[in-house]
């Protein structure tokens, strides 16, 4: 996959972070942050971007946030069964889980819609909560039942970017991207 810096689409400005794949697994790129240790030792992490998918999701599993965390291996948000999920790649367990009843509670992605994301996780509760266009998506908050209680996410870096488990291409952009220690709104 390729990142580059793009002006032929934005949220706001002239420039957008434009990420491309053609699917697969290893066509994947993560541009991001390297070391969170910029927010300092704080429990809490918020963070925003605006996303701008090229194609709808779809059924398949794929990733667009990616942190890599000594527990969880990565802790990723994507899409899967046409919705808004995250996961982890310890023990394959997603949020929403899978069941209609909650697949309907999270946020479908159509294509060409920008779509401002917003995140929180605490490091010392394992909270994680999650907000799109302003709005808080229940089925994308802890706790969940097939993630347990005793998860505590520390991720050490943060990236953007594009990420299939099956075949699917897609061309992302991201604007107006921001982290901190409390939470930065639309």
């Given at each position: 996959g390729t990142a580059t810096i793009d002006t032929t689409k934005a949220h706001s400005g002239t420039h957008s972070l434009k990420v491309v794949s053609s699917g697969g697994y290893n066509n994947h790129i993560f541009y991001g942050v390297s070391n969170l240790t910029a927010l300092g030792s704080g429990p809490d992490i918020y963070g925003r971007y605006w996303a701008n998918?090229?194609?709808?999701?779809?059924?398949?599993?794929?990733?667009h946030m990616m942190m890599a965390d000594p527990v969880a291996e990565?802790?990723?948000?994507?899409?899967?069964?046409?919705?808004?999920?995250?996961?982890?790649?310890?023990?394959?367990a997603i949020m929403p889980d899978g069941s209609q009843d909650s697949v309907a509670e999270s946020i479908?992605?159509?294509?060409?819609?920008?779509?401002c994301i917003e995140f929180y996780l605490s490091r010392s509760t394992g909270q994680i909560d999650t907000w799109v266009n302003g709005t808080a998506v229940v089925s994308l908050t802890t706790p969940q039942p097939r993630w347990g209680t005793t998860?505590?996410?520390?991720?050490?870096?943060?990236?953007?970017?594009?990420?299939?488990?099956?075949?699917?291409?897609?061309t992302v952009w991201f604007d107006d991207i921001a982290l901190g220690t409390s939470r930065l709104g639309c």
């Open positions: 998918f090229d194609i709808a999701f779809n059924q398949d599993h794929t990733t990565a802790l990723n948000m994507g899409g899967q069964f046409g919705v808004l999920n995250w996961g982890r790649a310890s023990d394959d479908p992605i159509n294509a060409d819609t920008w779509y998860y505590i996410p520390n991720p050490t870096n943060w990236g953007l970017g594009w990420e299939s488990y099956a075949v699917d291409p897609n």
